[in-house]
């Protein structure tokens, strides 16, 4: 099992910034694509960012420019950098990682974009 504790949500105002982490714990070994995804209320669950073990990442196209997603392999862990925040990025962020063909999902950080 692989445990994910997401942190770095909070209330930002428009154009402001804002860095979300998500540490992976437990049986880590085999952990491929780390991602992160976002739902608002009365929505369907979307992706947001998604990076391999080697790097390669792709985005929404909703948030392409503004948005950088990385990770850091010795800790286990997966940032999304996100700037000129929108209130439409307003949502529940969940952290997603892919192992041996599973998935986990953390428990939901709230992002909230004021106008």
């Known amino acids: 099992q692989v445990q994910l504790v997401e942190s770095g949500g909070g209330l930002v105002q428009s154009g402001g910034s804002l860095r979300l982490s998500c540490a992976a714990s437990?049986?880590?070994?085999?952990?491929?694509?780390m991602g992160w995804y976002r739902q608002a209320p009365g929505k369907q669950r979307d992706l947001v960012a998604r990076?391999?073990?080697?790097?390669?990442?792709n985005y929404a196209d909703s948030v392409k420019g503004r948005f950088i997603i990385s990770r850091d392999n010795g800790k286990n862990t997966v940032y999304l950098q996100m700037n000129s925040l929108k209130p439409e990025d307003t949502a529940v962020y969940y952290c997603?990682?892919?192992?041996?063909?599973?998935?986990?999902w953390g428990p939901g950080t709230q992002v909230t974009v004021s106008s």
């Open positions: 990076i391999t073990t080697e790097g390669s990442s």
């Open positions: 997603n990682v892919r192992q041996w063909g599973l998935e986990y």
């Open positions: 437990g049986s880590i070994f085999g952990i491929s694509a």
